[in-house]
């Protein structure tokens, strides 16, 4: 089982820290959502050219995979699809240089103007940031977020958007429990394009440490990979958002005992409805 971790909770670390607490807990990838304080990847110190050799050595040397490189990428809004597109293809630049398997954009909301204006350019920006990255070699991945987290919305994008090889979709099993309760419901749906999946727990509306909450992490898991999923499994601990929640360690911690064979961990949870 492929695991690791996004650093959306710990920002505020420089990119030698997070390796250095990648490589405590035995994980050998990272997907990237803001380092050394910054979200902005145009402005993060170690992304720019004058340090992309230094970057890759150093990932290299620690056996450190750069999976997914996180953007704020959402194409719902007519007046920022341009800038959205700028960050894209900016992303697409980075990762390309440093060796990200992907980004990771947004349809995001439905906004007044109506659902199929909204599904259809947010197909469009996706189509578009595809168009460049096929010959980058990079990946462009949709996050099940927001309003786009149902059949009726995900299939119009995923149906004009699957002949990209580059595309797919970052599963975030969070932000689908209310529309599938029964989880393999939307992978069933949506495997043909699932890449990457975002692990989290909650507990009614609180984001808890993984096993404390009602989402079974590792059923999912379990029944994905024996269903032939060979992506990663990321935690994805939104500390940035709540920073009342404790630090990355103590969650990675829980979440690699949880994600143990059931003979080695402490965590008991019923199997999937």
């Not at 439905?110 to 189509?127: H, K, S």
């Not at 099940?144 to 994008?157: A, S």
């Not at 394009?193 to 009602?214: F, Q």
């Not at 499994?233 to 994600?259: G, N």
């Amino acid at each position: 089982m492929k695991l690791c971790f996004s650093t959306l909770g710990c920002t505020d670390k420089e990119l030698s820290e997070v390796i250095a607490t990648a490589k405590s807990f035995g994980i050998d990838a990272l997907e990237i959502r803001g380092l050394s304080g910054v979200l902005d990847n145009e402005r993060i110190p170690c992304f720019s050219p004058e340090e992309n050799e230094k970057t890759k050595a150093a990932l290299a040397a620690a056996g450190i995979r750069p999976l997914v490189l996180g953007t704020s990428c959402t194409f719902h809004d007519g007046t920022r699809l341009d800038a959205a597109l700028r960050e894209g293809y900016a992303a697409l630049e980075i990762a390309a240089r440093l060796g990200f398997s992907a980004i990771r954009v947004f349809g995001d909301r439905i906004t007044d103007e109506g659902e199929a204006a909204c599904v259809a350019r947010v197909t469009d920006g996706v189509q578009a940031l595809c168009r460049s990255a096929e010959s980058l070699g990079v990946g462009v991945y949709l996050e099940v977020h927001g309003d786009f987290v149902t059949e009726q919305r995900l299939m119009p994008i995923v149906s004009r958007c699957k002949d990209f090889s580059c595309f797919g979709l970052i599963w975030d099993i969070c932000h689908t429990r209310k529309s599938y309760p029964d989880a393999r419901a939307f992978y069933n749906r949506f495997r043909g394009v699932i890449r990457h999946v975002h692990m989290k727990d909650i507990l009614g509306e609180e984001h808890v440490l993984p096993g404390d909450g009602r989402l079974p992490i590792r059923e999912i898991a379990d029944y994905m990979t024996a269903q032939g999923y060979d992506g990663y499994f990321s935690l994805e601990w939104e500390r940035k958002w709540h920073p009342t929640l404790p630090p990355i360690e103590q969650a990675l911690a829980r979440y690699l005992d949880l994600m143990k064979p059931y003979s080695e961990h402490s965590y008991t949870r019923e199997n999937l409805k």
